[in-house]
């Protein structure tokens, strides 16, 4: 499992130009999901995304509280792309990536998880062309890992 975690000031999704999905101050999640996923792995990375201290406190620490520290909102947005291969050829490969029907499936169960700790969380559609915008807050941004190994990034 792979999420680039942004840290932001606002994001939204727009589907067909329909917006499906709005935060304010928090995180936008873009969540790529293996063929060899497991709950295990969805729980750790929910996890870290909801207890990393990428806000800034009180005392001027950039790196001091959680989006829950904060009540931050979360945005989570599907994105197979994160495991495109790109070491062959020029176009790439994504024979890592979950099948279509198992990634659904991982991702509806990931979002129930992050819903699970009572902050906002807004998502897009899965399988969408869609359109993210998102205002960064820093820049900010995070690449967590998280292989069924145990191989953690």
Do not use: H
Not at 96 to 111: G, S, W
Not at 123 to 134: H, N, R
């Amino acid at each position: 499992m792979r999420v680039v975690i942004q840290r932001v000031r606002s994001s939204d999704v727009t589907v067909e130009g329909v917006r499906v999905g709005q935060i304010g101050r928090g995180l936008n999640l873009l969540v790529g999901l293996s063929e060899t996923d497991t709950v295990a792995e969805l729980d750790w990375m929910a996890r870290k995304c909801l207890e990393l201290r990428l806000f800034p406190g009180e005392t001027g620490d950039r790196f001091d509280q959680s989006v829950q520290d904060i009540q931050g909102e979360l945005l989570v947005i599907s994105q197979f792309t994160l495991y495109g291969d790109c070491r062959k050829g020029r176009r790439p490969s994504f024979d890592r990536a979950a099948t279509p029907p198992k990634a659904e499936a991982l991702y509806n169960q990931f979002v129930a998880i992050l819903r699970r700790s009572g902050l906002k969380v807004e998502t897009g559609k899965f399988g969408a062309m869609m359109q993210v915008s998102i205002e960064n807050d820093g820049p900010v941004t995070m690449l967590l890992e998280r292989e069924q190994d145990g191989t953690k990034g």
